[in-house]
């Protein structure tokens, strides 16, 4: 049967508020380790790359270097792991951004495919899209040789423009429309995803990626839960 709409929705920042990847990574080094030599390791992973900012280097490129941490790990324990944290921060009452939860639910209400679109990994968010019902997950997937990850990325990562990619395929497996499809992003690097989707909306936090929403009159979501169109 065809689907009707596809709803997209990034997720760190803008569903939930943290950075699921960075979260997920100091969270599992400590598990897997110890609080002295996890905390150790987890500095030395966001050294190198705040070394990568530094230098200027794009969100791509940071994510390459990121997943390298999980070389020669085992992706039942990551995936163990990544349930864990789930809970923990689950438990927080901040941990939702409410207005973007709400989108999301409404969506679900009114018959819409969820999907979620991120530079995070499927592993990491696989949890929050079990409790949340959402049946796509295009996010990074990580590599695996022999039961372990080798610490790369799956062509093509989604972010950026891989983020668009990964919409238009599966809005093309499900015979979608995209004009009928909405778009939830905080970022500039979620711009390519938004402009191919006719129901675009920003999560506010970007002011780059606010100043898009404003000059083409694209609806803006702010965490206070009030929706503006163009300028608030």
Known sequence: MKARRIAFFDVDET????????????????????????????????????????????????????????????????????????????????????????????????????????????????PLAAELGVPHVLANRLETRDGRFTGRLIPPQTIGLGKQQAALRLMDTLSVDPADCYGYGDHLTDLPLLMSIGKPTVVAGDPALVRHAEQRDWPILYPDASLHRGEP
Do not use: C
């Open 15 to 126: 569903l939930i508020d943290l950075k699921s990847m960075f979260s997920f990574r100091a969270f599992y080094f400590r598990r897997l380790w110890g609080e002295e030599r996890g905390g150790e390791a987890e500095v030395a992973a966001a050294k190198r790359i705040d070394e990568y900012v530094r230098k200027g280097f794009d969100r791509s490129a940071i994510n390459t270097l990121f997943y390298e941490d999980f070389r020669d790990h085992q992706p039942d324990l990551v995936a163990e792991a990544a349930l864990a944290w789930y809970v923990q921060e689950r438990a927080r009452s901040e941990f939702f951004i409410l207005p973007v939860l709400q989108a999301l639910q409404e969506h679900q209400g009114n018959g819409d495919i969820v999907a979620f679109v991120s530079g995070s990994a499927v592993e990491f968010l696989a």
